[in-house]
């Protein structure tokens, strides 16, 4: 419990020991003699427990903020308190005073709920390093990790958590990634190994040279994703804000009318049934306070956010949970999304050269591209790859590349950039993908990469099936028969192979014309070269996406490894969350209903519609705590 927690405690204590006095003093002391003394001694026990409320009230009048709750306590104890100071009437200081204890009691079990959500979500996301340690005239020194430039060496010690991303220069050690992934599992690493910031080096001392600033690295990434989730509302959100703003002042409203019209239509005259009406007026202006759902409902969100933050999953926002629950139809890219995404060389057929010289030719024409397809001709190339003697080099979209390697014109790519040099290519009929390779406008041969599924992909599309999802589709840039071939194995409902990027936007557009109307379309990408359609479609997933800019950027969800089981978690988490915002706008809304009929008819007493007030928002609030798990 906060120190402010612990304050209103101590004033509900005071609060509620000095009612009782009061009640005593009343009932033995001053026996009704006097309304002012009976009104001094409930006053004390009535401003030390509801002063907070009256001054948030006024301020917010101040401010054009009328219609809160401060405001609808306010009026509700005030006019309590006044009217006993009418004829023929009761005084209701006990019930005023009660009423402010019953509310700031509900007030502090709200606070300590609240507060306990955000704690657990704050210590899943607790990935912040506080310093980083470089060594300066022999003795590591502690360091800020935003005063780390890039290229400094740093030393992470056992039990430290990586300050900065970078690679390991020196040492062995296994990394603790459960608060990037969700993963138990340690992650092993040596010299030439990329780590990121945020995991914890369980054993060995490692050595590492920065490769980023700290706010572009991994963990500053994700802790701005996680801190402007909350800007990204969902039209749950988003109708309850605007709800409680029509909805309190025509409460308001509706409390005035209550109050004052039917006195003119009752027997005895109107001064006479004036009191009792403006008691049931103040009686459903408690019940009608909104707390219930303003809190609840993001709470349920900020949860189901929290719970997927556990599981590795990172949701921008609540507006993409509440999209992902409506998924009908998913459509993934192929490489490093359901297969692994790392290449080898499995077949060399070659028409004029000698194979090493084929794969020579392709190795450096492909020397500056970042590819899978390219890192694999390289690693399969055992001699050293001389990036002097190649110029002129050109990357085609779609299509492969060109360049100049010692004088000779080189092109290297599919089918189609030989179609366009005019050149006819071999057949080749097996699985995988197929690099064609032309010399000085002589077609000379090709190289076979392929690649494999991760271990994953099936169950994960059974999964998908199983929790309702009725299309799976998969579009890649790869030859038809190796996506044929993958599109049986995983049993996926529809494959479109052989597409250039914007092949790809067109075939997404039509999936979404082509979804049913309520339903929401998901397009899950390796987030590096899919950011057209990953922000085209209603949510874009990224996956294996740890460490990943363009990901964290293009995408609405972002898995921090690459097991594709996690998409089915991430859509079960959404419909849960919104089982539960479901449950608690029903059932708000029903009981405040139920409880104000009972009031406008004189059934319920003000003690009881703060408990309906109070009651309710509490029980919605424990129901919100439930996405957490």
């Known amino acids: 419990m906060s120190r402010k927690q612990k304050k209103v405690l101590y004033r509900i204590i005071a609060s509620a020991v000095l009612l009782i006095a009061a009640f005593l003093a009343d009932r033995f002391l001053i026996k009704g003699q006097s309304l002012i003394a009976t009104l001094a001694v409930y006053l004390v026990p009535y401003f030390i427990i509801g002063y907070d409320v009256l001054l948030k009230a006024v301020r917010n009048i101040l401010h054009g903020q009328v219609f809160d709750e401060n405001f609808l306590m306010a009026i509700a104890t005030v006019g309590a308190v006044c009217i006993g100071f009418f004829p023929n009437t009761e005084p209701q200081y006990a019930e005023a005073v009660f009423v402010m204890l019953f509310y700031q009691t509900g007030e502090l079990f709200q606070s300590i709920a609240v507060g306990k959500s955000r704690r657990s979500i704050t210590a899943l996301m607790d990935i912040r390093p506080d310093v980083a340690f470089i060594e ?83 963990v500053s990434k994700i802790l701005e994703l996680v801190e402007n989730s909350s800007a990204n509302k969902s039209k749950s959100e988003n109708f309850i804000t605007k709800f409680a703003r029509v909805y309190t002042p ?42 219930a759902l303003v809190i609840s409902v993001p709470l349920s969100f900020f949860g189901g956010i929290g719970g997927a933050s556990k599981k590795g999953i990172l949701i921008k926002g609540s507006n993409y949970l509440e999209t992902l629950a409506s998924a009908d139809t998913i459509v993934f890219d192929k490489t490093g999304t359901l297969t692994k995404g790392t290449f080898s060389v499995t077949d060399i057929r070659s028409r004029s050269l000698p194979e090493s010289e084929l794969l020579g030719l392709a190795a450096h024409a492909e020397c500056y591209s970042n590819h899978p397809i390219a890192q694999a001709l390289r690693s399969a190339f055992d001699g050293d790859i001389n990036t002097e003697g190649v110029t002129d080099a050109t990357e085609l979209a779609g299509h492969g590349i060109t360049a100049k390697v010692d004088g000779v014109t080189v092109a290297c790519g599919n089918a189609k950039l030989m179609a366009t040099l005019n050149l006819e290519c071999d057949e080749f009929n097996g699985s995988g993908t197929v690099v064609h390779v032309a010399a000085d406008g002589e077609y000379v041969g090709f190289i076979v990469i392929s690649d494999e599924l991760k271990p994953t992909s099936k169950a994960a599309i059974a999964e998908l099936k199983a929790i309702g999802l009725s299309r799976t589709v998969m579009l890649t840039g790869d030859r038809a028969e190796t996506a044929a071939v993958v599109a049986k194995e995983l049993n996926l409902n529809e494959v479109k192979a052989e597409l250039l990027p914007q092949n790809k936007v067109q075939e997404v557009e039509r999936l979404l014309n082509e979804t049913e109307k309520g339903k929401k379309m998901v397009f899950v990408g390796d987030g590096i070269n899919d950011a057209p359609v990953l922000t085209r479609a209603d949510v874009g997933i990224a996956m294996g996406a740890l460490g990943s800019d363009a990901a964290i950027e293009a995408a609405d969800i972002v898995l921090m490894d690459d097991d594709p089981k996690k998409i089915s978690t991430a859509i079960r988490i959404a419909k849960r969350t919104l089982s539960i915002v479901r449950q608690n706008i029903a059932f708000a809304l029903g009981v405040k209903a139920a409880v104000l009929i009972l009031s406008i008819f004189g059934f319920t007493p003000m003690w009881l519609a703060v408990f309906a007030d109070v009651g309710v928002a509490v029980i919605a609030i424990l129901n919100a705590m439930r996405t957490l798990k």
């Open 136 to 218: 300066r005239d022999g003795a590591l020194t502690e360091v800020d990790p935003e005063e780390v430039k890039v290229g400094d060496v740093i030393t992470v010690r056992p039990g430290d958590r990586v300050p900065l991303d970078g690679v390991v220069v020196s040492g062995e050690s296994t990394l603790d990634t459960v608060a990037l992934t969700g993963e138990a599992v340690p992650r092993r690493v040596q010299v030439g190994d990329s780590i990121i910031s945020g995991c914890v080096n369980l054993n060995g001392v490692l050595t590492v040279r920065v490769e980023k600033p700290f706010q572009e690295s991994t």
């Open 250 to 291: 025509a409460v308001v409203i509706a409390a005035v009318v209550l109050a004052f019209l039917p006195p003119l239509f009752v027997g005895g005259g109107y001064l006479a049934a004036l009191p009792d009406w403006i008691i049931r007026a103040l009686t459903f202006l408690v019940i009608s306070c909104p707390c």
